[in-house]
């Protein structure tokens, strides 16, 4: 088989596709989360704190110089992806348990009674003839 060929395969098995949906939507997903905790949960709590804009803050290391430009540590930022983060996390676990728990009710349903064959509809007509007698 040519190296074309193997690769067609291995592209269009269902586990490929289906990992390629789910890395579309975790992206796009993550763009609502950053954005919701930029725009939504960080000014009231930046206003709560009074008056802080997150985005902003951070640590000057060295001064701009004529061209070079300022060498910061934006801890503001990073405390934003950390929100991002816990907020992702915290979605992910809850579809995850959501999966489980519907999982787990599959495993708990009782199976249906088996249909019994037609040598066991004959024995059983046998077995109860006999019982008559």
Known sequence: M?????????????????????????????????SFVADVIMPPIGLLIGGVDFANLA????????DAPAVTLSYGKFIQSVVDFVIIAFAIFMVIKAMNTLQ????????????????????????DILKKK
């Open 104 to 127: 787990k009710k599959q495993e708990e349903a009782p199976a249906p009674p088996p249909v019994p064959t037609p040598e066991e509809n004959l024995l059983t007509e046998i077995r």
């Open 2 to 34: 040519s190296m074309i060929q193997e690769f067609k395969t291995f592209a269009m098995r269902g586990n490929v596709v289906d990992m390629a949906v789910g890395i579309i939507i975790g992206g796009a997903f993550g763009k609502i989360v950053s």
């Open 59 to 66: 640590i000057t290391l060295k001064q701009a110089v004529g």
